[in-house]
């Protein structure tokens, strides 16, 4: 009788847990670089990958394969609601910015260097 008692008592301890984890708050945890269109307005052609560092910062994950191409990703799985994800891509070309593309728009600026 007593087992049967200790099972009946970790079945019911069991079946609350669902109960108490839905109750558990948990925080949103970003990842990735966060940008905003105007720091992506900033970016110029021709650019060093140094100025380009200095604007947006450093990508979180390096490509070992391809040091031409930077990708800046940006991930939010907030606890409720929809997911939120962006990404920008610079491509350079002998060290200097040539392209991006991704989530972001260029600027009507983008296309003239920083020396005009």
């Known amino acids: 009788m007593t087992k049967f ?4 008592a ?3 301890s069991l079946g609350g847990c669902s109960v108490l984890d839905s109750m558990v708050y948990r925080i949103d945890i970003p990842q990735g670089n966060y940008l905003e269109q105007d720091d992506v307005d900033k970016l110029r052609i021709g650019m060093t990958e140094e100025q380009v560092i200095y604007v947006l910062g450093k990508p979180v994950a390096e490509n070992s394969f391809d040091s031409d191409r930077w990708v800046y990703l940006y991930n ?8 939120y ?3 920008l891509i610079l491509t350079f070309n002998n060290e200097r910015l040539s392209d ?4 972001f728009a260029k600027s009507d600026q983008f296309d003239q260097p920083l020396d005009q």
Do not use: Q, Y
């Not at 939010?76 to 997911?83: I, R, S």
């Open 85 to 87: 994800r962006k990404e």
């Open 5 to 8: 008692a200790v099972c009946i």
């Open 100 to 103: 991006l593309s991704g989530d």
């Open 76 to 83: 939010m799985n907030p606890n409720e609601g929809k997911v």
């Open 10 to 12: 970790a079945l019911l």
